[in-house]
């Protein structure tokens, strides 16, 4: 079987204790939630479900209009320090040989796909806050090799064909899946979109 495991985690900054600094207890639902799945992740990992290659499919990430990005640096490293934690930080090797095998398969399945390098990723905290949660389920805190891409550039259409071709991928590698997404931003005055009542 090609995926191990697969999660839709959120990714407010605020989340992380050392930039909440006790404020994360307002998301003290999300924490709950956050908590269960990465014990549910580090029991498939104790069970030997541990993956060789994390894709994480972040928001933050380059937005390449019509197209799936895809982080080519050999290497990433970032922190949040931007929100006020510059030792909330982690660095991790990518895959370069599980990467060439992602583009051949989402090229055959009509998925436009461009390459980039950004080995800093300290603007996308929408892979760093699901990644510093979900570490210490790895062994030693030890991420496995990652794939952060991001597919905001993709149509309706082509995000359903880019599923598809996901579920179908098998190269003998053992993957699991980061989605990264968050809230509507406009749940209270001040948010980062402006506040809407609708946006609970």
Not at 9 to 36: D, F, N, S, Y
Not at 53 to 76: C, D, E, K
Not at 142 to 150: I, N, W
């Amino acid at each position: 079987m090609a995926w191990t495991w697969a999660a839709l985690m959120p990714h407010p900054p605020i989340i992380i204790p050392k930039v909440g600094k006790g404020r994360e207890q307002e998301a003290a639902v999300t924490l709950e939630g956050a908590a269960r799945l990465c014990e549910r992740v580090a029991q498939l990992h104790g069970g030997g479900q541990i993956p060789d290659v994390l894709l994480v499919l972040s928001p933050h990430q380059p937005y390449t209009p019509g197209s799936l990005f895809i982080n080519s640096a050999p290497r990433v490293s970032g922190s949040l320090a931007p929100f006020g934690a510059p030792t909330a930080a982690l660095e991790a090797d990518t895959a370069a040989g599980a990467a060439e095998s992602l583009v051949a398969a989402l090229e055959a399945a009509g998925i436009p796909v461009t390459r980039g390098e950004m080995a800093d990723i300290t603007r996308d905290h929408g892979s760093l806050v699901p990644l510093l949660d979900l570490a210490p389920t790895f062994a030693n805190g030890q991420l496995p090799p990652l794939l952060v891409a991001s597919p905001s550039g993709l149509s309706p259409e082509r995000a359903l064909r880019l599923g598809k071709a996901l579920a179908g991928l098998s190269d003998g590698r053992r993957w699991a899946l980061l989605a990264s997404g968050d809230l509507s931003h406009r749940l209270k005055p001040g948010a980062p979109a402006g506040y809407s009542p609708a946006g609970a």
